[in-house]
């Protein structure tokens, strides 16, 4: 009986070997304790071979359990799989390693950054301004990332003035297309009509900029776009819902304090193709429009430089790049958005300082360009790939904050002969100033000028240049603009060679309260932008004596020389800008309607 006992045991082990959801195994005895001297009866041989059977079906529960997966393991398997998908249909981007993390943060922000600087950079979007009068500027209410804003800004105007008709196109252009600059010889005035750009215009105009800048930074190869995850996948998928609210909701408690936090919000997405990379921005402006946009473009252009690029481009990669105690832009950031590299200086190419060292400056030639009030100052020196851009526009900085200058009339940037003339001797000059910009030469480099130059100088105007050791830029101009034609210099007996007037706009992001512009019925004050337009006079001789005499020509039309006609005497108004304005057109005078512009 306790035989068959057995055998019904044996027949149930092997029966439940079979199933696909095994009981708990009963542990069977090793096999080595099995085997032993004692085992000699034959009901210890019997108990033997059941132990061996018991564990050969244990061993064959495991192994389908294996091949035969539970329905609550396919149906997790199933459930990864639709996962994946569904991050693939909506793109929600890539996490930054913890390491690069903490590189991009202390790189933007340093170690010891304080709270307030962080809520500056964490509430500053990219978005238009509400007041139809500057309609087709960004505001900004934040001080920091003026920087940011006033480069995008500069290229949106790019776009809404010189290439209004590309703006109706679904594909982008691709970047280097846009690079052609309008020939001199067919001028082109755009409309000074700003408050006719449609929302959708200047939003287009907005995500071509973006995508250009980033195509820059990437060496025009690649584009990283930087979003948040807690909004990516709410935006891909809001049909029908209010994207700017759905935005606004889901960033009401987010903050953005360590490099920790970065990693944790930050999702990134890597873009070949200026087509995809457009389409990607185009269905992110939202995220870009809420109160981080402007922190995250400047991390999508480092990253699209990359990181080890940009550390690289500087000449101190220790330091912030939002430098203490204000939070503001550097340099290096600006020329980031404006060149595609972070380099620190503003003029043009390497300064070679001996022994292997170099400064940095701007590699080539730009869209849009840059001025600064700090050169008038004679802090530095900008070169002529920022001074004198493919297109009419610049930022302008100042001691603390950035604005834009423009023009409507391409025909602003072209040269007539006393300027070429002035240009090509100038760039003879700085090629040989190893001063950083302070505008003075050795007397060594000086005659190399010359002969560059084809200058003929009479001995007494050589020997009075030369007699303290260095030249300087300005006495050295105006021997030039009294030496005759025929000697290389720039005499001219008519007076009126080199006459230019024209138009310039100044754009200031910063918000305003305005009570004059309240709304009806409304109690709080409008909050606008400042645009001033500058009729800009630069004489075809200017001397202090000229100056302070404070004559300038204003006449009826811009954009042309002056023929005599039509034309009317007027006092000089002062500003900084007016200062920014004469490091680009020496001499030039400038007269505005209303308050002064405002470079800070």
């Known amino acids: 009986m306790s035989d068959q006992q057995e055998e019904e045991d044996l027949r149930m082990a092997l029966r439940m070997s079979m199933q696909n959801f095994p009981p708990e195994p009963k542990r069977s005895k090793p096999r080595e304790a099995a085997i032993s001297p004692a085992m000699t009866t034959p009901e210890d041989s019997r108990r033997f071979q059941r132990e061996l059977m018991a564990t050969a079906a244990e ?61 500056q950079w964490s509430n500053q979007g990219i978005r238009f301004s509400p007041d139809p009068e500057t309609s087709m500027g960004l505001v900004q209410h934040e001080g920091g990332p003026c920087g940011v804003l006033a480069t995008i800004q500069a290229f949106v105007l790019k776009h809404l003035l010189f290439f209004p008709e590309e703006l109706g196109k679904v594909a982008a252009n691709i970047p280097h297309k846009l690079n052609s600059r309008r020939s001199s010889k067919s001028q082109y005035v755009a409309s000074n009509n700003f408050s006719a750009f449609t929302e959708d215009a200047k939003t287009r105009a907005l995500v071509k900029s973006m995508s250009e800048i980033l195509f820059l930074c990437g060496n025009n190869k690649r584009a990283v776009i930087a979003t948040l995850s807690a909004l990516s996948d709410r935006i891909e998928g809001s049909e029908g819902s209010p994207k700017d609210m759905i935005s606004a909701h889901a960033l009401e408690d987010l903050s953005i304090e360590s490099a920790s936090d970065l990693q944790k919000v930050l999702r990134v997405d890597t873009f070949t193709s200026p087509t995809n990379a457009f389409k990607r921005l185009e269905a992110m402006i939202p995220i870009f429009q809420g109160r981080m946009g402007a922190l995250l473009f400047l991390i999508s252009a480092l990253l699209s430089r990359g990181l ?60 849009v360009g840059f001025l600064t009030l700090l050169e008038s100052l004679n802090f530095c020196k900008v070169g002529q790939n920022l001074k004198c851009p493919k297109w009419p526009i610049w930022v302008v900085g100042s001691e603390s904050h950035y604005t834009v200058l423009f023009a409507l009339d391409t025909a602003v940037q072209d040269e007539n002969e006393l300027e070429e003339r002035e240009s ?29 130059t084809s200058i003929q100088l009479p001995s007494d105007k050589l020997d009075s240049l030369c007699s303290s050791g260095f030249i300087v830029w300005s006495e050295f101009w105006q021997v030039i603009l009294d030496l005759d034609r025929n000697l290389g210099g720039l005499k001219d007996s008519t007076g009126q060679m080199g006459r230019k007037i024209f138009d310039l706009y100044h754009f200031n992001g910063i918000a305003k309260s305005d009570l004059n512009g309240s709304q009806p019925g409304g109690e709080s004050p409008v909050q606008r932008p400042r645009l001033t337009k500058l009729r800009v006079s630069v004489p075809p001789r200017w001397t202090p004596e000229e100056f302070m005499a404070d004559v300038a020509v204003l006449p009826g039309t811009a954009g042309s020389e002056s023929s005599g006609k039509d034309t009317e005497v007027a006092k000089p108004q002062h500003a900084p800008l007016a200062d920014c304005i004469r490091t680009r057109w020496p001499r030039a005078v400038c007269n505005w309607i209303g308050e002064p512009p405002s470079i800070v």
Request: charged share 25%; net charge negative.
């Open 308 to 367: 080890d690029c940009v550390q690289a481009d500087r000449d101190d990669p220790s330091l912030p790049l939002v430098t203490a105690p204000f939070g503001h832009a550097s340099q290096e950031i600006v020329n980031l958005l404006l060149c595609g590299q972070a380099v620190p200086n503003v003029f043009d190419g390497r300064m070679d300082l001996g022994g292997g060292m170099f400064l940095k400056g701007i590699p080539t030639s730009v869209e």
């Open 424 to 452: 090509q001797i100038r760039k003879a000059f700085d090629a040989q100033d190893q001063s950083g910009g302070g505008g003075f030469i050795s007397v060594e480099a000086f005659h190399q000028v010359l002969r560059e």
């Open 59 to 119: 061993k064959r529960m495991v192994a389908a359990a294996k091949s035969a997966p539970s329905k609550n393991a396919r149906s997790r398997d199933l459930g990864i799989k639709e996962a994946e998908t569904k991050s693939k249909e909506t793109n929600l981007g890539n996490e930054l390693s913890e390491e690069e993390a903490y590189h991009l943060f202390s790189m933007v922000f340093g170690s010891g950054v304080s709270k307030d600087i962080l809520v």
